[in-house]
């Protein structure tokens, strides 16, 4: 009981982790039409300047603080001198740019932070354990990250859907010579869209890293993740984003924790062993192809054109 | 029709040289030379491989590293299991590259566009994690190949310039087959869904089948190019299908000239010499190649052979 309501938590702090990285991911795709492949890139940056900040400062709030407004501003550099003339080219040619992109913040990182990961210790009264249910106990920074990720979720949804902003990035993204021609500067939304992407991207890098170790190449995994949770959601639809970055939160953590077990009791421990790490990273993909055989556009996609 | 010599004669000399490299590398004594080149033309034949579906076909993978490693851990497993023979290990790797590619090729073209391209991806990447689960056969780590494919006498893959006149005899066949297949009817009706499917399905031809078996063909050639890759390094590990090696394989592609058929070596040529010659310079070689690729992306249209075309008219 423990273990899986334990588990059941991790899975959706995972989920919500990964939805702020899918979000940044699909609104920029959504909008702009642009896949970004460095968008990883970001998540990583996230986390390596939130280590920088943190041990300069030695706060971990105001690290964590210093590193979004860096990660947004280093976003909003990034498209105004390499992503903007991007736009309206082909997605190949995206592709490459920013696989580009990520071998050059891969190589910077190396130069300028060496090629040992960094760690981000926590404040002490981010690890004591939560009592959440009577004898059930949870890290109060897991739940820490469930509470900003739901609200940040919250956030882009009102931010998107009730203000005068957030109606302009949803015109944007379903006629941009339109909301061109009413006079609105559709250049400087593109910025503001991308670099809302690139923080959220961070925040999501700099919230993981105390967990794991800040690492060259951090953002490409979990990037491939990201990606699933997109085709899963449908492009452009960050509802989908929201409900599948859960889903496969869950999946990919209950079946790691219980496929193990699972498998135990139908096959014999020495095939089960080594059965089991496969299946279950293989689990999201089995379950992307599932959706794709039903649904190939995704489960939510937006509604465009 | 200046133009189409230029790029002609361009290719015609890096062919030579290609073909008479073993030569400079005995008179010169320069072994390392002919090992770059062996890993240069069997990543070649991969580009070539992706070009069939990309260029030709429109189908944007993002996952051709995965035949690299089916191809590479045919032969590495069936090693291990003591199956050297070559008779053996290259059917069955091109046989295990073919089904992958069937599989993956069925749902994935279920998608259009930049899907294709996270899908592929993604089970590629799916590929990757399933090799590194794979304990008996040394998972993260990889796996040593202790013994190289034994051809029988016919060809004697531990001897250096055999093996690289293997590798050169490869990829010129697939390159052969490519042509034929670009040229052939069922080539044409692929070329023809590439630039309208929806024209293509109202006269009549069912395009997904065609995309299919230009993928089926593609994934193959491709895990030729693996069974080879592991000979060379007589070693495989999940590394070979890290997604960023499906990138690389694109980038020379690309940077070769999307679309013609032997853009692709010349693109590996290229991407690989360059590599390791920014690598020579500077430990920090991406930092270089990073930006070089986002400017090839945004002023370098048609790749090499595109530039060579312009360069012919003048």
């Known amino acids: ?305 | 029709m200046k133009s189409l010599s230029v790029s002609k004669a361009v290719t015609a000399l890096m062919l030579a040289g290609l073909v008479l490299l073993p030569l400079y590398s005995s008179l010169s004594g320069n072994i390392f030379i002919l090992t770059l080149f062996t890993r240069i033309i069997i990543l070649a034949l991969a580009a070539a491989s992706l070009n069939l579906i990309m260029g030709f076909g429109g189908m944007m993978s993002f996952g051709h590293a995965a035949y690299l490693g089916i191809g590479g851990y045919a032969v590495g497993m069936l090693a291990q299991e003591g199956v050297g023979s070559g008779f053996i290990q290259f059917p069955v790797a091109l046989a295990a590259s073919a089904i992958y590619a069937l599989v993956i090729g069925a749902l994935s073209l279920r998608t259009r566009g930049v899907y294709f391209i996270m899908i592929t991806l993604a089970f590629a990447q799916m590929a990757y994690y399933v090799a590194s689960g794979l304990a008996r056969y040394g998972g993260d780590d990889g796996l040593t190949i202790y013994k190289r494919s034994d051809f029988s006498g016919l060809v004697d893959l531990s001897n250096r310039t055999q093996f690289y006149y293997l590798c050169l005899a490869c990829l010129f066949g697939v390159i052969f087959l490519i042509w034929r297949i670009v040229n052939s009817r069922f080539g044409l009706v692929v070329q023809g869904l590439r630039s309208n499917e929806q024209r293509m399905q109202a006269i009549g031809f069912p395009a997904k089948r065609y995309q299919l078996v230009c993928f089926v063909i593609s994934g193959t050639m491709c895990g030729l190019a693996g069974a080879l890759l592991a000979n060379n390094t007589d070693f495989v590990s999940p590394a070979v299908m890290y997604w960023t090696r499906s990138g690389d394989l694109m980038v020379m592609v690309i940077l070769g000239g999307m679309g013609t058929l032997f853009g692709p070596v010349m693109g590996a040529v290229v991407f690989l010499l360059l590599e390791e010659f920014l690598s020579q310079i500077t430990e920090y070689w991406a930092l270089i190649m990073g930006p070089l690729l986002l400017l090839i992306v945004l002023f370098g249209r048609g790749g090499i052979m595109g530039m060579l075309g312009r360069a012919g008219r003048g």
């Open chain 1, 1 to 305: 009981m423990l273990l899986v309501v334990e588990q059941f938590l991790n899975g959706l702090q995972f989920g919500l982790l990964l939805f702020l990285l899918a979000a940044g991911l699909t609104l920029v795709f959504g909008i702009m039409d642009l896949v970004n492949l460095a968008h990883g890139s970001l998540y990583m940056m996230g986390a390596y300047f939130a280590a920088t900040f943190a041990a300069w400062t030695g706060s971990f709030l105001l690290g964590a603080l210093m590193a979004l407004g860096a990660t947004l501003v280093l976003g909003i550099v990034l498209e105004m001198t390499a992503l903007r003339h991007l736009y309206g080219r082909d997605h190949l040619d995206h592709v490459l740019a920013t696989f580009g992109l990520i071998l050059f913040f891969n190589e910077a990182v190396r130069l300028i932070w060496g090629p040992a990961g960094l760690a981000l210790p926590l404040p002490a009264w981010l690890t004591v354990p939560v009592p959440i249910l009577p004898g059930i106990h949870y890290p109060a920074y897991r739940l820490a990250i469930i509470a900003v990720a739901l609200l940040v979720a919250l956030l882009l949804y009102l931010g998107v859907m009730r203000t005068r902003i957030g109606m302009l990035i949803r015109a944007g993204a379903s006629n941009r010579e339109m909301i061109g021609a009413l006079g609105i500067n559709i250049k400087l939304l593109y910025t503001l869209v991308f670099g809302l992407g690139a923080a959220l991207a961070g925040l999501a890098g700099l919230m993981q890293a105390p967990i794991l170790t800040v690492q060259i190449g951090m953002g490409e995994n979990i990037l491939i993740l990201a990606f699933v949770i997109i085709v899963i959601g449908g492009i452009g639809s960050i509802r989908g984003a929201f409900l599948a970055a859960i889903f496969v939160g869950m999946i990919d953590t209950l079946g790691r924790a219980f496929l193990p077990n699972l498998l135990r009791q139908v096959l014999s421990g020495a095939a089960a062993s080594t059965a089991a790490p496969a299946l279950s990273s293989m689990l999201i993909y089995l379950l992307m192809a599932m959706v794709l055989v039903v649904r190939p556009e995704g489960l939510f996609p937006a509604h465009r054109r």
